[in-house]
């Protein structure tokens, strides 16, 4: 496969030039979007959408129960179809559980305190929810110490176990809301799927929105053993397709659209380079030392030009209209600065 049919499958698995028709159609198919910025992740659903969705569009889909943030996979906030969300913790939940037991143990939370953190919640929940300081509020008074990230593995424990989710946008007056309500599941979520085999569904659904990409990328993704992974593509045989070795493919790849951009603004965190634990497809070396991730941990927002990443930006510089930062040798063009203006409209 040559490297411009291996960055345009990408792109149109992705939804970037196959963009889907409505903010949840995106999120559906991309199956979790890496969301611990939320601004950021809802720019992900944006951009993989057509038309001209605002940030209202995918703040209405959290209100009315379509998507809900959850610890999905890797110990990370992913934006995921509500109906999804128990299956995808089925496959993933117990790993993410596995890998923060150390951490929770040093601070004390075991079955007991986890058992009193819910029950002291569980009425506020029912009661059209709360944010993450209303929840913490509430533990201290029953005498749970949210500080040290006490409460912030609570509410992880909470979220893997499937007890609770981010639902509504808690609306901010003075600019671009950034926060969530948690709800309970069991009143939020009106419909769950049970696929036949959970494991093999997260790697056809894995390929269908990431694709071409190999066991190592679905690994890395999903925060799942090799074993496991090398076992989810067995157990997916006949559902997607091998077009070289190694590197898998849907059945069904998203036609591009003849109306399909050239250029991307592309969030922090972003699914097109995050997810894949080999990123030289789309990016040199030196734009992976750019973009990150950093010793924080942090992966910057990034411009895409032909399905390469060609430099970085801010979320706030399009709104400020100050430039990106371009590699050496590339040079702002007209489709970069429509890729910047559309974000501006995005955000309003």
């Not at 809802?42 to 209405?60: E, F």
């Not at 990409?213 to 925060?223: L, P, Q, T």
């Not at 040798?329 to 974000?343: M, N």
Request: hydrophobic share 45%.
């Amino acid at each position: 496969m040559t490297p411009r049919t291996m960055l345009d499958r990408r792109l149109r698995s992705h939804r970037l030039r196959a963009p889907a028709a409505s903010v949840t159609d995106a999120a559906r198919h991309m199956l979790a979007v890496q969301s611990q910025d939320l601004l950021a992740g809802r720019w992900a659903l944006g951009v993989r959408t057509k038309g001209s969705p605002v940030i209202a569009d995918v703040d209405a889909a959290f209100a009315r129960g379509d998507l809900v943030r959850a610890w999905t996979m890797r110990g990370t906030l992913h934006i995921i179809s509500a109906c999804d969300l128990a299956w995808v913790l089925s496959v993933t939940g117990e790993r993410q559980r596995r890998q923060a037991a150390g951490r929770q143990r040093d601070l004390g939370i075991d079955e007991r305190m986890l058992g009193t953190a819910s029950a002291v919640l569980r009425p506020a929940l029912r009661d059209g929810g709360c944010t993450r300081a209303e929840a913490f509020a509430l533990w201290e008074a029953a005498g749970i110490d949210p500080r040290a990230q006490r409460g912030y593995h609570l509410l992880f424990a909470l979220t893997i176990a499937g007890e609770i989710c981010q639902g509504p946008v808690v609306p901010n007056e003075r600019g671009v809301a950034r926060e969530q309500r948690f709800m309970l599941v069991e009143d939020w979520v009106r419909a769950s799927e049970a696929p036949s085999d959970p494991l093999a569904e997260l790697f056809v659904r894995y390929v269908d929105g990431h694709g071409p990409a190999g066991v190592a990328d679905f690994a890395w993704w999903s925060g799942l053993t090799l074993g496991t992974a090398r076992d989810a593509l067995q157990r997916a045989a006949g559902r997607i397709q091998e077009i070289e070795e190694g590197l898998f493919v849907a059945l069904s790849t998203p036609r591009r659209s003849p109306k399909a951009a050239e250029a991307f603004a592309l969030p922090a965190f972003d699914e097109y380079y995050i997810s894949y634990a080999d990123r030289g497809t789309t990016s040199s070396p030196n734009a992976q030392v750019a973009v990150g991730p950093g010793k924080n941990g942090m992966v910057r927002p990034m411009l895409v030009e032909r399905g390469r990443v060609i430099g970085t930006w801010s979320h706030a510089d399009a709104t400020r209209h100050l430039p990106p930062e371009l590699f050496a040798g590339e040079q702002k063009s007209a489709a970069t600065a429509s890729a910047l203006a559309r974000f501006a409209r995005f955000i309003g």
